[in-house]
Nanobody
Framework: QVQLVESGGGLVQAGGSLRLSCAASGSIFSVNDMGWYRQAPGLQRELVATITSGGRTNYADSVKGRFTISRDNGENTVYLQMNSLRSEDTAAYYC???????????????WGEGTLVTVSS
């Protein structure tokens, strides 16, 4: 089994910063793409940012220039540095990873349980 555990959420004032972390553990042969998604109350889950194993990144337009995704391949960990936070960034943030549990496995998608980010105005 593969587990993704997020940390770093919390309450912050508008204009402030937070750094989210997500560590993948368990039966892992390789980790491909990793990413962050978020879901605000009453809305659908949306992509925030993704990063390939080679470091290529992709961002939602709403966070470009404010958020930075990075990863430590040796630790199977992905980070999301969030700066200049706005009230509309308030949401539950979910980590996502495409993992091959064994050499013979196809890639499977795993999700963390989420960490709450609340931005007060």
């Amino acid at each position: 089994q593969v587990q993704l555990v997020e940390s770093g959420g919390g309450l912050v004032q508008a204009g402030g910063s937070l750094r989210l972390s997500c560590a993948a553990s368990g039966s892992i042969f390789s980790v491909n793409d990793m990413g962050w998604y978020r879901q605000a109350p009453g809305l659908q889950r949306e992509l925030v940012a993704t990063i390939t194993s080679g470091g290529r990144t992709n961002y939602a337009d709403s966070v470009k220039g404010r958020f930075t995704i990075s990863r430590d391949n040796g630790e199977n960990t992905v980070y999301l540095q969030m700066n200049s936070l706005r009230s509309e960034d308030t949401a539950a943030y979910y980590c996502n990873a495409k993992v091959a549990p064994t050499y013979y496995s196809r890639l499977m998608t795993y999700w963390g349980e989420g960490t709450l980010v609340t931005v007060s105005s």
